[in-house]
């Protein structure tokens, strides 16, 4: 491969609307690894859907634009799709509740499962990567911007699921990406704005945000995302992403395959690494593969001349771009990935929910409501889908006991049912004699949701992180 080429294969860019077509030329031109696909560049219907099979053409045509220049494997099309908050694909896919959900049910086999099923359909519109699972262990409240995205407050618990549903993506032929090391779980700043310091020592970091990451590893996952984190006890002032030292540490774990970056388009990079400055510093410090950096000609001219006047060691482009095409190689072996229906995972969605679905307050067994409800908080989606789920198991909609939806970021509520459909964490201080952790808004959250506040059914769910008072494993399951 010519240098060109070497420093294309490093980078994973993005693009802004929906002209594909341009970006695919771009992806051509400068011999770019593929392309992650972001919220506006999703095709959408008349009923502001997705358009699946618009979006399964803007896929091929990309995937096509990377091997233009005779190259045999093939080219990555990523997206981020976690399920809850983080999914840029929605119906008619299959919306799947909130990753921490499968802490809350406390079953791998479910993950296992759902990170099968979930990968299934992005395969069958063309997608052979997807930025996930979240394995950050969450600290609680003090976490703004992980919450409910990661498995469980509980180190080992967060690594057995996290291995298990990468496991699923991987026997449906995704490749999953296990993020963020060296763990935003337990920062107080998002990264998505300015750098976070993680103040903790090694010893701290390894018995508790490092646990995943070497579960990750043992496994044999093949991609593992480095956060815009500063860990003083490695780099100062560095982020983890940009630092010698992390990636040092996590190639110690045992780590073969290929470290990627995350979004270098996130203000913590930005604001400090002004230009595209950033990419030759993380491929310099250890990095394989550039993730979205803000002008991708720029970064890639920064490369070749990085390495050009040496200040980027040649063999290190060489090894970065060896592991980001033998991974890719290797993907290519397996055969195409598996193709789902969209919304074929519906079923598994709801009984996902069900299975986490966590009662903190008020009754375990029969109805925790009478026949009609007034229902508040949340959005209008979230109010119609709960009246539809009422509707479904006889309860009306207008009067009686009030329950408040209290979503991502809301404050506590007073209610006579509270119901956390994120994060727990607001339930700690609501007043409600009744309180109930959803982790997730899909239609198919609401149904089990409502079986349970009919009587229907219990809620097995045991909280996965401390809320409060109420302890890790508090719940009528």
């Known amino acids: 491969m010519t240098l060109e080429q070497k420093a294309g294969q490093v980078l994973l860019p993005f693009y802004t609307g929906l002209d594909e077509k341009s970006h695919a030329a771009t992806v051509q031109r400068l011999h770019l690894a593929g392309s992650i696909i972001m919220g506006d560049n999703v095709p959408k219907t008349a009923e502001g859907q997705v358009d699946t099979a618009a979006m399964a053409a803007v896929a091929a045509r ?113 490749l999953p990406t296990v993020k963020h090391f060296p763990g935003h779980g337990s920062v107080t700043v998002d990264s998505h704005e300015n750098m976070p310091v993680q103040n903790a020592t090694l010893d701290q970091l390894r018995n508790r945000d490092w646990k995943p990451f070497q579960a990750a590893v043992g496994a044999g ?25 992390s990636y040092a540490a996590l190639r110690a774990m045992g780590f073969k395959g290929v470290a990627v970056t995350d979004a270098l388009n996130m203000g913590a990079i930005q604001k400090q690494f002004p230009g595209e400055s950033a990419a030759p510093l993380a491929l310099g410090a250890g990095a394989d593969l550039l993730l979205m950096p803000g002008d991708v000609a720029q970064a890639h001219a920064s490369i070749i001349t990085a390495v050009k006047a040496g200040t980027v060691p040649a063999a290190r482009l060489d090894e ?77 909609i207008g009067d009686g006991p009030l329950v408040r939806l209290i979503g991502y970021q809301d404050p506590p509520a007073a209610a006579d049912v509270a119901v956390a459909l994120d ?23 609401f149904n089990a949701l409502l079986t349970v506040l009919a009587g229907k059914r219990t809620a097995p769910g045991k909280l996965p992180a401390a809320v409060g008072h109420y302890a890790p494993g508090a719940g009528c399951g």
């Not at 995302?225 to 860990?231: K, S």
């Not at 780099?235 to 940009?242: D, N």
């Not at 519906?346 to 229902?375: D, E, F, N, Y």
């Open 221 to 245: 996952l093949p991609m593992i995302m480095t956060g815009h984190i500063a860990v003083p006890a490695l780099e100062p002032g560095v982020p983890a992403s940009l630092s010698k030292q």
């Open 62 to 174: 990309l995937k096509g634009s990377t091997q233009a220049d005779g190259r045999t494997w093939p080219g990555l099309i990523g997206i981020d799709q976690e399920g809850g908050l983080v999914a840029r694909l929605r119906a008619p896919l299959t919306e799947w509740p909130a990753p921490m959900s499968y802490g809350a049910a406390g079953n791998p086999a479910l993950a296992g499962e759902t990170g099968k099923a979930l990968a299934s359909e992005l395969g069958g519109l063309g997608f052979n990567v997807d930025f996930a699972p979240d394995m950050d262990v969450t600290a609680g409240p003090q976490d703004p911007t992980i919450g409910a995205r990661s498995m469980s407050g509980n180190p080992d618990a967060a690594a057995g699921l996290g291995v298990a549903f990468s496991q699923g993506m991987l026997a449906a032929g995704m």
């Open 423 to 445: 994060a727990p964490w607001p339930l700690a201080d609501s007043a409600a004699p009744a309180k109930v952790a959803l982790y997730g808004r899909s239609q198919e959250a």
């Open 320 to 396: 970065a771009a060896t592991r980001v095409v033998t991974m890719l190689i290797w993907r290519a072996r397996a055969g195409a990935p598996q193709s789902a229906a969209p919304g074929s995972g519906s079923a598994l969605s709801q009984r996902t929910s069900a299975a986490a679905l966590t009662v903190l307050a008020g009754p375990c067994h029969g109805p925790m409501v009478p026949g009609s409800v007034r229902v508040a908080g949340g959005s209008e989606q979230d109010r119609a889908r709960f009246a539809a789920a009422a509707k479904a198991v006889g309860i009306g």
